[in-house]
């Protein structure tokens, strides 16, 4: 039998019976002096940094609590719209104190409907009564709350949290949550026609702060640099609440902030000597396309502990070569661990140990095809697995079968579930979807991961997804909202004959679309013409690209008996290259198809003629777009294969050249 049991040999937490506002006061008022938060910013070219003590913090927390006491009740919701700031933090935790329940979100990227809905989805779920936020964002909270009212929602406040001055008084309650007592909801990204609010209690997240505290073994000394969005559970719980929690620094900074320039992490990391930081794959693969070997000579990354990788596939190639690239600053290789979690265990669930650095196992990929984990002979091709570590604290994960729940043998593969204090109280109003992932068993609740796992040596090792779901930059992407919007938005797409899949290249996992298309349109319209429309399609949804498109003959996307999308089968479809798709686009490239693009088409490209401005702007283009991209007067950067990272880039690139400023949105 397969069960993976938490190891008890890690040292216990002094605070195990606290919740987070008791936790917070405590510190307060035991080490007032200590800095808890410093956020990192620029202003005019010129870094900035704001420190706040953690009597400040509490301080503010409380005086913010004392007026959502004053004006709600016990349990009403608030949405978060801010950027990664203290005003985020501070609003976050005047929520705890004041009895509300946070819903940690962002503010939408535009006053496009694509970027309103989910946002707008989430408040009308949520039934939210008040919106936090920064008084410059006002005009697309407004839309949004305008956009809530049209649909049928209660009349929600906002409360622009740093233009009003908030005072303490005598009327607030000193509230102390009971283990059970919902804290927050975490919504999963990507759903926007259902978006589903993991129920976070206080239990649940003090639980899930102790297995990251022994994890990790974290310590009070520790000093934790974050540019991950605090919408993100990796950014709120890992990145900010893990160093309240141990009474240690977080040193916060946006993640655009990172993305226009990915060394501002590795200098801020450097500049206050952190020992804990982290990010999904993508943010490796970033410093090493982004940071140029010479801009790292003079950075110490020697004080670096547990730099942790998660929230993504971890992927071998992405933190090998980045230890490479990084190697001239002293860092210590055996910092990196892995990590594995979800929202729906609050977040941690296994990781690997401070310094033990990464263990990869290279199983043979036939076996492993099979549901089996083998190593693979010396010198033999195979697939190469980085192990996610054991899980901690009273949890536990076991490996079954998925539609049996049969426990699995070791070395086998199958669906990953986990127990424990962390696993989350279900969904926000939603009992169906609760029931399905949040199981009883053996007097336990069990969570249904959707994740194929496999343990070797009581070590867990992630190979693949039961569900349908494709993880881009750490954030969930579901198919049927893809889907669906190609067959509202996309003319030539045929209802059920679109198929959404996980489509894996050199930068991780990426948006691949099947679609069936009819001999006219096959004659008439140009496959790259149609790779560039659903590119403009997929990226004003989700801000990402199209990765891969597989244009398939009428009749022939697969699907089982009963009708359902067999999107797995659509993605064999485009690694084997079979005969039912007349056209095939992939990572930049048109692997089949390329004699169907009009010699018109390739004419009036050569024959565009640029202004000075245009082929300037053209060329910073190229330096951030696949080499195959053709850049014309028309061009969408988007459809070229840009994304919101490459966004975010161009624009700093921009205002480098030109000297405007530019708001991203």
């Known amino acids: 039998m397969t069960e993976m049991v938490a190891q008890s040999n890690l040292p216990s937490s002094n605070a195990q019976a606290l919740n987070m506002v008791t936790r917070v006061q405590q510190l307060a008022i035991s080490n007032p002096k200590d800095i808890a938060l410093v956020v990192v910013s620029e202003h005019q070219e010129q870094l900035t940094e704001l420190n706040l003590t953690y009597k400040e913090l509490s301080t503010r927390s409380q005086n913010l609590a004392a007026y959502l006491q004053a004006n709600s009740k016990l349990g009403d919701r608030a949405l978060l719209m801010f950027d990664n700031n203290e005003h985020y933090v501070v609003s976050f935790l005047a929520c705890l104190y004041a009895g509300l329940i946070a819903v940690p979100l962002f503010v939408p990227e535009s006053s496009r409907s694509q970027h309103l809905a989910r946002v707008v989805s989430i408040g009308i779920n949520a039934q939210a009564k008040w919106i936090l936020a920064s008084s410059e964002d006002n005009e697309l909270v407004n839309l949004t709350m305008e956009n809530m009212a049209k649909q049928g929602a209660q009349t929600c406040q906002l409360l622009s949290v740093d233009t009003k001055v908030f005072e303490h008084n005598d009327?607030?309650?000193?509230?102390?949550?009971?283990?059970?007592?919902?804290?927050?909801?975490?919504?999963?990204?990507?759903?926007?026609?259902?978006?589903?609010?993991?129920?976070?209690?206080?239990?649940?997240?003090?639980?899930?702060?102790?297995?990251?505290?022994?994890?990790?073994?974290?310590s009070q000394e520790d000093v934790v640099v974050t540019w991950l969005p605090l919408y993100h559970d990796m950014g709120l719980i890992g990145g900010l609440l893990q160093p309240l929690f141990l009474g240690a620094k977080c040193v916060l900074m946006s993640p655009r902030f990172f993305l226009e320039k990915p060394i501002r992490?590795?200098?801020?990391?450097d500049r206050h000597r952190a020992t804990v930081s982290g990010g999904p794959d993508f943010s490796y693969r970033l410093c090493i396309d982004r940071i140029k070997p010479k801009s790292l000579t003079n950075l110490d990354l020697s004080c670096l502990q547990v730099v942790f990788s998660g929230a993504e596939p971890v992927r071998h190639d992405t933190l090998t070569a980045f230890i490479d690239h990084i190697d001239v600053t002293g860092f210590n290789r055996s910092a990196i661990v892995p990590c594995y979690g979800l929202a729906e265990a609050t977040l941690f669930v296994t990781s690997g140990q401070r310094s033990s650095g990464l263990l990869v196992q290279n199983f043979e990929s036939d076996a492993l095809a099979k549901?089996?984990?083998?190593?693979?002979?010396?010198?033999?091709?195979?697939?190469?697995?980085?192990?996610?570590?054991?899980?901690?604290?009273?949890?536990?994960?076991?490996?079954?079968?998925?539609?049996?729940?049969?426990?699995?043998?070791?070395?086998?593969?199958?669906e990953i579930w986990a127990s424990g204090p962390s696993i989350a109280q279900g969904y926000w109003q939603n009992e169906e979807a609760t029931a399905a992932t949040f199981v009883e068993q053996d007097n336990k609740c069990w969570l249904r991961t959707g994740d194929l796992g496999v343990l070797v040596d009581q070590q867990l090792y992630i190979v693949g997804r039961a569900k349908d779901l494709?993880?881009?930059?750490?954030?969930?992407?579901?198919?049927?909202?893809?889907?669906?919007?190609?067959?509202?938005?996309?003319?030539?797409?045929?209802?059920?004959?679109?198929a959404a899949f996980a489509a894996e290249g050199l930068q991780g996992e990426g948006i691949g679309i099947a679609l069936e298309l009819?001999?006219?349109?096959?004659?008439?319209?140009?496959?790259?013409?149609?790779?560039?429309?659903?590119?403009?399609?997929?990226?004003?949804?989700?801000?990402?690209?199209?990765?891969?498109?597989?244009?398939?003959?009428?009749?022939?996307?697969?699907?089982t008996s009963s009708g359902k999308l067999q999107r797995s089968a659509c993605h064999a479809v485009w690694q084997k290259q079979t005969k039912e798709a007349y056209a095939i686009y992939a990572h930049g490239q048109m692997l089949r198809g390329q004699s169907l693009i009009t010699q018109h088409s390739a004419l009036a490209l050569s024959k565009t003629e640029l202004s000075k401005t245009e082929a300037k702007l053209a060329e910073i283009w190229r330096a951030l777009l696949p080499s195959s991209a053709n850049v014309?007067?028309?061009?969408?950067?988007?459809?070229?294969?840009?994304?919101?990272?490459?966004?975010?880039?161009?624009?700093?690139?921009?205002?480098?050249?030109?000297h405007i400023n530019i708001p991203l949105r």
């Open 171 to 218: 009327n607030w309650q000193s509230y102390d949550p009971k283990p059970d007592d919902i804290a927050f909801l975490q919504y999963t990204s990507g759903s926007t026609a259902a978006p589903k609010g993991v129920m976070i209690s206080h239990g649940n997240l003090m639980a899930n702060e102790i297995a990251i505290t022994k994890g990790f073994n974290s």
């Open 265 to 269: 992490w590795l200098e801020t990391i």
């Open 371 to 414: 549901g089996q984990a083998k190593i693979a002979k010396q010198n033999e091709n195979g697939i190469k697995q980085v192990a996610c570590g054991y899980t901690v604290s009273d949890h536990k994960i076991k490996i079954v079968e998925s539609n049996t729940g049969q426990i699995k043998e070791n070395g086998e593969v199958g």
């Open 470 to 498: 494709i993880i881009s930059r750490g954030r969930n992407l579901y198919p049927q909202d893809l889907e669906k919007t190609i067959e509202s938005q996309f003319e030539h797409a045929r209802k059920g004959r679109v």
């Open 518 to 559: 009819s001999r006219r349109v096959q004659k008439q319209v140009s496959p790259q013409v149609i790779v560039e429309r659903l590119g403009i399609i997929i990226s004003e949804l989700c801000d990402e690209t199209v990765s891969v498109v597989v244009m398939m003959q009428p009749g022939s996307l697969p699907k």
């Open 632 to 658: 014309a007067q028309d061009s969408h950067f988007l459809a070229l294969g840009g994304n919101s990272i490459k966004a975010v880039q161009l624009l700093e690139k921009m205002q480098q050249e030109w």
